[in-house]
């Protein structure tokens, strides 16, 4: 019976806030590959990383050694106005699935970016400002890292220009709104602000764009503009270390009761939520100090864990951006429609495909169909309308949790609720009239991307 | 410096929830004037509300003598989804301001629904479920309460029809979709499905609908449908005493600190809000315990409670519900396409308006640019993209500040942050490209609507 006294949420202090993120790399023997110079196929320098990201932040990238990099104060009292996140015990979900599995999820929707793309905005926006820049440019495709760098820049007076690919643009105008709200400039693209852009415009005048062109548009303005550097969302290593204030809440309020998991799942897309979840998890399990199954979730449509293949690769289709090694489906890789926008991302974080290599965790993939029953089922008995990306960690736990009913084990399930889909309703509505579909790609599609990787780094 | 002591946000924890809800009226010398039967012109019973509205709802509306009634267990396990709320102290705003004043607001808005509106839906749909009804009706138009209410009754596994005025169900798509993910049926009104929709649309068969037209078709549905009542989210004595959870959670975080308010805002549509927030504190000052600026704060272009007559009259423009005696511009009176729909009603809460009628309270009124420009800086520095109507309070309580800048006075303001704006971004697009206007009704207009109000109860 002292399980009741676990509330439904569990909420830390400001002063139980991180005061420093947790830096995995530093406890992973074998460290993530580093990424290379296209044209040379060498591994990337400080210097020649530069003038694309900022100072700190190149530092932050190449650091695979040291364990704990401080959070300036300026940042932590940011994070305040959204953070400490709430832990929250699923008792409601147990009692619809009739499970003696014990679920808890990390709620990072409860900002207005609706989604833990706040944590790495926000310090990449810092870091920006105190290097003395005028702005950022970035792409966003759902929108999720557009909104949050927007209010990120608007916080710290920094110039924010958002490449957002036509198709989204011209129907998601409400994310548009959001960031215009925070003074960002919103740009379809591909557009004729930039060179790349009016050339592509030339070849395909009727393009409604993709995210490898908004890609490849935000580094040219960032490049040639002085004062400027291009940001990102996922994938880079510099995000996971932000994102691992995620995880080390998490573990905070589990130690503060006593809890610990047996299963932590994660949504995987680059990796950027999964990542800072795990982060203080992995990082006992590599030291040997606790055991943890961690599972990444992906959409079936676009499964780079459970399907491709660990190499280097491009991280845009664009081909212009630095070589990564990852699970990987082929940058010329097209996923289908699937709604989970943030999912829909060819290869994944270099720091988790070595952890996915090197077996440390598992990976599975889901239906999107499966994955709105989970969403609706959450909703209905937890009260948040979940992110389409959340909820194929929902699925995950709920068919976890399902098999400890079979099983009777009483296990202690973690999962990531990274957002709300307060943006997602066309996806929703597509469900509620039973019109959803599900794409699964075939060995065929996957083989003729893959057989095109770059030819470098083997 | 003890000031730097106090948290960004103040979470209470469950066991500092309230297991009561604060009745207003117990504590007022002149009571709110009771509901009239149009008909006769006398007090509505007990018996003639039963058909209209479950039991327990009809005691808790008649009731002005007790000052606790009990929340019961099952409420307050679903008000643990998304309560306590937490008071914040807008740090960041008191800073942009550069105003002495301190700024504190209790922001309702971190639940699916959006707004305050759940802590009602709740409440109503257990006492629906305790009756043994199959299911409730209401009208909706904005959606907020609509989709409060759908996920009151998916919770209790109730039946929920929604009458959602025509123009918003084709325009609010999103909102729909959340209430049909939340299993309820959703009609746009006025439909084939009631004999007044039947009669509405053989008159005006282009008509896009109104709320006074959804009310009727609900009604109608809830009294001719064994199994069935109608609910309403605002204006009633009832909604007042479930919103009271606001103001008691804000008393206790305050007093957790040994906070006292100077001044305490809220916006003003029907009242719930506005009527929830100030209980304890307009308690304490009807006891003569305490005294508090209390500031109600409606659109200039629906101005009630500022240009409106204290008088009885109808709640709905339909004319078929009870008489209340009100600050109202009178049924016929049709506000301009404000952007804050809950803020568009004629009429106010009678229990406000008997407070304001005495002099417990005040009233002001602002425009709706400034209204945005108040949400725009509120969101840019908060983080917190605002609803409409929350935003009439976010510039009142700005305007306060201000005063204080130039007075140097260091006074504690308080107000409502109702809900969040996500749904809301026609409005929010209207105003960053310059287009939003505003309109305040001539005194000739309010005169001829307000010669129409009923000759009864005078």
Redesign the interface.
């Known amino acids: 019976m002292a399980e009741t006294k676990i509330?439904?949420?569990i909420?830390l202090?400001?002063d139980d806030m991180p005061k420093a993120w947790y830096n995995l790399r530093a406890d992973m023997k074998n460290k993530p590959a580093p990424l290379l110079n296209p044209g040379t196929g060498k591994p990337l320098t400080a210097e020649e990383l530069s003038p694309i990201f900022c100072e700190e932040l190149v530092a932050q990238e190449l650091d695979d050694t040291t364990a704990y990099i401080e959070i300036p104060e300026e940042i932590r009292n940011?994070y305040?106005?959204?953070r400490p996140s709430p832990l929250v015990r699923a008792y409601?979900l147990e009692e619809k699935l009739g499970t003696p599995a014990k679920i808890y999820y990390k709620f990072e929707g409860?900002?207005?970016s609706?989604s833990h793309k706040l944590n790495s905005a926000i310090a990449q926006a810092y870091y920006a400002k105190k290097q003395g820049l005028k702005g950022v440019t970035t792409e966003t495709g759902a929108g999720q890292w557009g909104t949050a760098l927007s209010?990120a820049c608007?916080?710290f007076g920094l110039d924010c220009k958002v490449y957002m690919v036509k198709v989204s643009y011209e129907q998601k105008?409400?994310r548009r709104?959001?960031m215009?709200?925070?003074?960002a400039s919103v740009v379809p693209s591909p557009s004729e602000t930039t060179e790349v852009g009016k050339k592509i415009l030339a070849e395909f005048p009727g393009t409604t764009g993709s995210l490898g062109c908004a890609i490849s548009e935000a580094v040219e303005v960032a490049t040639k503009n002085p004062g400027y550097r291009y940001v990102l969302g996922s994938v880079l290593n510099q995000v996971l270390l932000h994102q691992s204030v995620i995880g080390l809440e998490t573990k905070t309020a589990l130690d503060k009761y006593g809890i610990k998991p047996d299963i932590i799942i994660g949504c995987a897309g680059g990796g950027s939520n999964l990542g800072g979840l795990i982060a203080p998890f992995m990082g006992e399990k590599l030291r040997g100090e606790a055991d943890y199954r961690i599972i990444a979730v992906e959409p079936a449509s676009c499964p780079s864990f459970t399907r491709g293949t660990f190499a280097y690769d491009f991280c845009d289709t664009g081909m212009i951006c630095p070589l990564a090694k990852m699970y990987t489906l082929g940058s010329s890789f097209i996923p289908s429609a699937n709604h989970a926008g943030g999912l829909r991302f060819h290869g994944m974080s270099s720091t988790l495909s070595q952890l996915y290599h090197d077996g440390y965790m598992e990976a599975t993939s889901v239906e999107q169909t499966s994955v709105f029953e989970a969403a609706?089922m959450f909703?209905?008995?937890?009260?948040?309308?979940p992110a389409p990306e959340s909820s194929h960690a929902i699925r995950a736990a709920i068919d976890e949790a399902l098999k400890c009913k079979e099983t009777g084990e009483e296990k202690t399930i973690v999962f990531g609720l990274t957002g709300?889909g307060?943006?997602d309703?066309v996806a929703?509505?597509k469900?509620?009239d039973g019109e959803m579909s599900d794409y699964i790609p075939t060995d065929e599609e996957i083989a003729a991307s893959v057989a095109k990787l770059p030819k470098v780094g083997e």
């Open positions: 509330p439904y949420k909420y202090s400001e940011f305040k106005m959204f409601c409860n900002n207005t609706g209010m608007s916080y105008p409400f709104e959001v215009r709200t925070y003074g609706e909703a209905r008995v937890e009260g948040i309308l709300t307060y943006f309703l929703y509505q469900f509620n």
